[in-house]
């Protein structure tokens, strides 16, 4: 029983991860605090695909179009394998004022 409500509740957590969607006039870390709340709550579900480089991955993805140069730079310059969700949070919160 535990099982089956573990899986439905990672099928349901994993939809709203896919959907996931930078809002209009949301603030960057008010977007980073949902994905870090959202990654959290699949990994309590044993989501054992989810690791620090596929959150910042997602986070470049759902970037609004301002953004574009500072993702492309991100993408190009940086290891996305050793940056953190907190310093790409960072770099964007720098930039957004």
């Not at 977007?31 to 959202?38: D, G």
């Not at 301002?66 to 991100?74: A, G, K, N, T």
């Not at 996305?80 to 964007?92: H, K, P």
Request: proline share 2%; glycine share 4%; aromatic share 8%.
């Amino acid at each position: 029983w535990s099982d089956r409500v573990h899986r439905a509740a990672l099928q349901r957590l994993r939809g709203e991860w896919e959907g996931l969607t930078f809002r209009p006039d949301e603030q960057v870390e008010d977007f980073a605090v949902r994905l870090t709340n959202l990654m959290e709550q699949m990994v309590r579900n044993d989501d054992t695909d989810l690791d620090e480089e596929r959150v910042v991955e997602k986070f470049l993805r759902c970037m609004p179009k301002r953004y574009e140069q500072l993702v492309f730079s991100i993408e190009t310059l940086l290891d996305l394998e050793s940056l953190s969700i907190d310093d790409v949070t960072g770099r964007f919160k720098v930039v957004e004022k």
